[in-house]
């Protein structure tokens, strides 16, 4: 089976609905078709940083499979979310397309025998809810436009964004087109600025012409003598005494003022939910934190229930099991709140050494010296009992 074989996983019911693909009619009365902006936004490269400083913190999320479910399939997936990701590229592009088109749709891989294998986020240029025997289908076509594809809804994880007047899909990003335009006119009057900065104008009344051609002639030669990369003279410019009144044309073209410029920066922060110090990476503590509860954990719990949906059924979900997307934020905070934070930790048996050590990117103990709690008394282990009194004094 081959690779694109294996993101369609073709079966015959797949393609019949392909075929046949009845549209199914949402409460809404809108029509359900997803169709993304072609990427447009992310060629812009403030944008682009900014989903990226997004997607780089996406892509730090450890994702763990909780419960005794399918057991192949998680230990499978424990290691790498398919034959052809880690989990920080996979989670990095889910967040990509997910900022980019505000929709991500995660479909089942399948091995040779049609087994469930993994999860692959493509990029699409159109995807349509449609029904089949009583039963919900996404139908999407990849951007080249050449293949068309079909799964179970309830097999796959559909992540969005700006969800509103489709029942299923987010909207597009056409809020953001003045910005962009802004960004797009910024950019070209800064290129133009240089351009005219770097050229010499003059003005000056001319006298002893009676026809228009010999005034365009003038014009022509005179530029030639002074301006063309042949000109001699020294860049020295002579003026006949033909021309009156010279003067320098002083070019000054108008750009974006600093203010403007950040306004026009701000609108895209707001946007994504960003700012320069993540984009610059100096956020930490407080700051890092808030970033994480804003834009971070609301993406790992849409991920984590939209894939335990996707790999679980409704009765192994009951029993417990689930996906679950983490990070440490501790390594986010200050040196001095760390200390703090282990110190607390450690007195009262909440962290175990290697937690500790963790906080401060140290590698972890063997697990017969890591794993364990101390408490003050001061220090004992606490899966030790307590030394009686006297006992301490009868061993000496």
Not at 16 to 25: A, D, L, N, Q, R
Not at 127 to 139: A, D
Not at 162 to 183: A, C, H, K, P
Not at 254 to 280: A, S
Request: proline letters at 4%.
């Amino acid at each position: 089976m081959s690779i694109i074989d294996k993101i369609l996983g073709k079966t015959k019911e797949a393609e019949k609905v392909i075929e046949s693909g009845k549209t199914f009619k949402l409460v809404s009365a809108y029509d359900p078709v997803f169709r993304d902006w072609r990427g447009q936004i992310y060629e812009s490269m403030l944008v682009r940083a900014a989903v990226d400083a997004r997607s780089r913190h996406v892509s730090k999320l450890k994702v763990e499979f909780i419960g005794s479910a399918k057991p192949d399939l998680s230990a499978r997936l424990n290691k790498r979310p398919n034959p052809w990701d880690t989990w920080s590229q996979f989670l990095y592009r889910v967040n990509t397309i997910l900022d980019a088109t505000n929709n991500c749709l995660l479909v089942p891989i399948y091995d040779d025998g049609l087994n469930k294998i993994g999860f692959f986020p493509v990029l699409v240029s159109e995807v349509k809810l449609v029904e089949f025997k009583g039963e919900l289908w996404l139908r999407y076509k990849f951007r080249n436009g050449t293949k068309t594809a079909a799964c179970r809804l309830i097999e796959a994880a559909l992540l969005r964004k700006f969800q509103f007047r489709n029942d299923f899909f987010g909207e597009s990003n056409s809020s953001l087109d003045e910005t962009m335009d802004l960004i797009s006119i910024q950019k070209q009057g800064i290129k133009e600025a240089i351009k005219s900065t770097n050229s010499y104008k003059f003005m000056a009344q001319s006298s002893n012409f009676t026809l228009a051609s010999d005034l365009e002639k003038e014009q022509t030669n005179f530029s030639e003598r002074n301006f063309s990369k042949e000109a001699k003279g020294g860049k020295v410019l002579l003026f006949p005494n033909t021309f009156k009144d010279i003067k320098q044309i002083d070019i000054k073209p108008y750009t974006p003022d600093k203010d403007q410029m950040d306004l026009i920066e701000q609108n895209v922060f707001d946007y994504f939910g960003v700012n320069k110090e993540i984009l610059q990476n100096k956020a930490v503590g407080d700051t890092w934190t808030a970033f994480y509860e804003g834009a971070v954990e609301p993406f790992a719990i849409q991920f984590s229930e939209t894939m335990t949906n996707a790999l679980y059924s409704e009765r192994e979900i009951a029993f417990g099991a689930e996906v679950a997307c983490t990070t440490n934020r501790v390594q986010y905070m200050s040196f001095s709140d760390k200390k703090a934070y282990v110190e607390g930790g450690l007195d009262r048996g909440i962290l175990t050494i290697n937690e500790a050590r963790e906080v401060y990117n140290l590698p972890p103990l063997p697990p017969e010296q890591g794993d364990r709690f101390v408490a003050r008394g001061e220090y004992y282990f606490i899966q030790e009992e307590n030394p009686k009194e006297g006992e301490e004094d009868d061993k000496e």
